[in-house]
T-cell receptor
Framework: KQEVTQIPAALSVPEGENLVLNCSFTDSAIYNLQWFRQDPGKGLTSLLLIQSSQREQTSGRLNASLDKSSGRSTLYIAASQPGDSATYLCAVRLDAGGTSYGKLTFGQGTILTVHP | KAGVTQTPRYLIKTRGQQVTLSCSPISGHRSVSWYQQTPGQGLQFLFEYFSETQRNKGNFPGRFSGRQFSNSRSEMNVSTLELGDSALYLC????????????FGQGTRLTVV
């Protein structure tokens, strides 16, 4: 059974800091990994999608890396801003023999607070 | 381009009642998945539909069911509601069944009293 763990559970940083969020998964046979952010009471916003054949993806101040063999991904946020405050979730899609289906297995999330 | 639309946004129901939630995926997306989010369990997969067929199902009781229509819109139904069914129900749509990016709606907040 795939299990996804995110560390730390919560993080509070001053504005301007660079920070790293960690995600680990137990079954390395994944099809892809996706990072999301969730604002309180809202849905999920997709940040980055990394296919299993890729090592990293970048979007603006965000960079996500994937090490499938060790079952780890990191989300790097550069020059953090108060607007980055949210819960960050990683989710993996299992590789079921060349097809993935839609099921995403989520971590519990990291609650990020960036204070001015 | 419109995103994933879920209706209604909020619902209050009484124990024992049933409820139907609706999800309209992004235009052109044929895969729709449903998730339940609670503070204790986090995000749990309910089921996934592709081309009107259920392709995958999570570990939920039979009171939870769903369907997908020919226009890819999906509904999920919960019968005989229990207090523990109170949650945020999220719908995700994807362009294809395999490996595509998932886009989520704003969710339906269900409260069972």
């Amino acid at each position: 059974k795939q299990e996804v763990t995110q560390i730390p559970a919560a993080l509070s940083v001053p504005e301007g800091e660079n920070l790293v969020l960690n995600c680990s998964f137990t079954d390395s046979a994944i099809y892809n990994l996706q990072w999301f952010r969730q604002d309180p009471g809202k849905g999920l916003t997709s940040l980055l999608l990394i296919q299993s054949s890729q090592r990293e993806q970048t979007s603006g101040r965000l960079n996500a890396s994937l090490d499938k063999s060790s079952g780890r991904s990191t989300l790097y946020i550069a020059a953090s801003q108060p607007g980055d405050s949210a819960t960050y979730l990683c989710a993996v899609r299992l590789d079921a023999g060349g097809t993935s289906y839609g099921k995403l297995t989520f971590g519990q999330g990291t609650i990020l607070t960036v204070h001015p | 381009k419109a995103g994933v639309t879920q209706t209604p946004r909020y619902l209050i129901k009484t124990r024992g009642q049933q409820v139907t939630l609706s999800c309209s995926p992004i235009s052109g997306h044929r895969s729709v998945s449903w998730y339940q989010q609670t503070p204790g369990q986090g995000l749990q997969f309910l089921f996934e539909y592709f081309s009107e067929t259920q392709r995958n199902k999570g570990n939920f009781p039979g009171r939870f069911s769903g369907r997908q229509f020919s226009n890819s819109r999906s509904e999920m139904n919960v019968s005989t509601l229990e207090l523990g069914d109170s949650a945020l129900y999220l719908c995700a749509s994807s362009l294809a069944l395999t490996g595509a990016e998932a886009f989520f709606g704003q969710g339906t907040r269900l409260t069972v009293v």
